[in-house]
């Protein structure tokens, strides 16, 4: 069983800033990445970040290049995402995910958290 829970969301003014956890627990034998994503209402889910892990942080989305910036505390199971700047086009569910072996030998397996509301208000 693995569970991931994200935490930070909340409702904010244009130009505020907030930090977005999510924590993975459970039988975990490695987390090879863990990322964020975002659903906006009337729109599809949009790969917002990602790191790998022993690499590379990524922040693919064209819409939030230079506001947001991705984490990670591989000790805690932890990944965060920094969005400052906030815009009311950032309205969304934020959901963390997690790439990971339950045991050695395993395939991958994909674990979603529950998603946090963000809210930027206009």
């Known amino acids: 069983q693995v569970q991931l829970v994200e935490s930070g969301g909340g409702l904010v003014q244009p130009g505020e800033s907030l930090r977005l956890s999510c924590a993975a627990s459970?039988?975990?034998?490695?987390?090879?990445?863990m990322g964020w994503y975002r659903q906006a209402p009337g729109k599809e889910r949009e790969l917002l970040a990602i790191?790998?892990?022993?690499?590379?942080?990524?922040v693919p989305a064209e819409s939030v290049k230079g506001r947001f910036t991705i984490s990670r505390d591989s000790a805690k199971n932890t990944v965060y995402l920094e969005m400052n700047n906030l815009k009311p086009e950032d309205t969304a569910v934020y959901y963390c995910?997690?790439?990971?072996?339950?045991?050695?030998?395993?395939?991958?397996?994909?674990?979603w958290g529950q998603g946090t509301q963000v809210t930027v208000s206009s």
């Open positions: 459970g039988s975990i034998f490695r987390i090879n990445s």
């Open positions: 790191s790998i892990t022993g690499g590379a942080l990524h």
């Open positions: 995910n997690a790439d990971i072996f339950l045991y050695d030998g395993s395939p991958r397996s994909v674990h």
